[in-house]
T-cell receptor
Framework: NAGVMQNPRHLVRRRGQEARLRCSPM?????VYWYRQLPEEGLKFMVY????????ESGMPKERFSAEFPKEGPSILRIQQVVRGDSAAYFC???????????????FGQGTRLTVV | DAKTTQPPSMDCAEGRAANLPCNHS???????VYWYRQIHSQGPQYIIH???NNETNEMASLIITEDRKSSTLILPHATLRDTAVYYC????????????FGTGTRLLVSP
């Protein structure tokens, strides 16, 4: 069973371009979480999705950022009109059930490192 | 969800036990204590979790005090590869849906 797969591992974009980050959860996992980690800072929650639904997007910036988790295919985190401040590592995690039942864990991918030049 | 307090950094000699403390004095009800770690530049990795009883797995042991207001993660024989930032997270009560990471403890294991 492959782990959480994120691609690309490294992404370079010029200011104003769009960045698309992909996350394929572990097999059988229908819950996906996106986190952002700025250089030398901690992990910040962005959004929680469960197949086709956004459950919690309290950590998403109000503009330019969007996320989806379609019925088929990977979850996508889209950043439009990127700026230098968007440069960070973006991590995706998945879980088989809601974390609130206390008997499961989240599995993280290796992240996508976005550099905006 | 309850807040946690961890020392910002700790050192440990290779082969010795690493004991990482976490205070969660406002923990309530059925909130679990979870530990994750992040080795430099990698995605966070689950270590262990517990509710009331002490827990042990192949990676570590988790000791939770009787009043549940604090816990200790124990790496019995630390190796250089255990150098990482360790996060103590409390939650999982009804409605808890996501992991919220604090600043963690940066553990440095030295030869």
């Amino acid at each position: 069973n492959a782990g959480v797969m994120q691609n690309p591992r490294h992404l370079v974009r010029r200011r104003g371009q769009e960045a698309r980050l992909r996350c394929s959860p572990m097999k059988g996992h229908s819950h996906v979480y996106w986190y952002r980690q700025l250089p030398e800072e901690g992990l910040k929650f962005m959004v929680y999705l469960q197949k086709e639904n956004i459950i919690d997007e309290s950590g998403m910036p109000k503009e330019r950022f969007s996320a989806e988790f379609p019925k088929e295919g990977p979850s996508i985190l889209r950043i439009q009109q990127v700026v230098r401040g968007d440069s960070a590592a973006y991590f995706c995690a998945s879980s088989p059930t809601r974390l609130s039942n206390g008997n499961t864990e989240a599995f993280f991918g290796q992240g996508t490192r976005l550099t905006v030049v | 969800d309850a807040k946690t307090t961890q020392p910002p950094s700790m050192d440990c000699a290779e082969g010795r036990a690493a004991n990482l403390p976490c205070n969660h004095s406002t923990i309530s009800g059925n909130e679990y204590v979870y530990w994750y770690r992040q080795i430099h530049s990698q995605g966070p990795q689950y270590i262990i979790h517990g509710l009331k009883n002490n827990e042990t797995n192949e990676m570590a042991s988790l000791i939770i005090t009787e009043d549940r207001k604090s816990s200790t993660l124990i790496l019995p024989h630390a190796t250089l590869r255990d150098t990482a930032v360790y996060y103590c997270i409390v939650g999982m009560n009804t409605g808890f849906q996501k992991l919220v990471f604090g600043t963690g403890t940066r553990l440095l294991v030295s030869p």
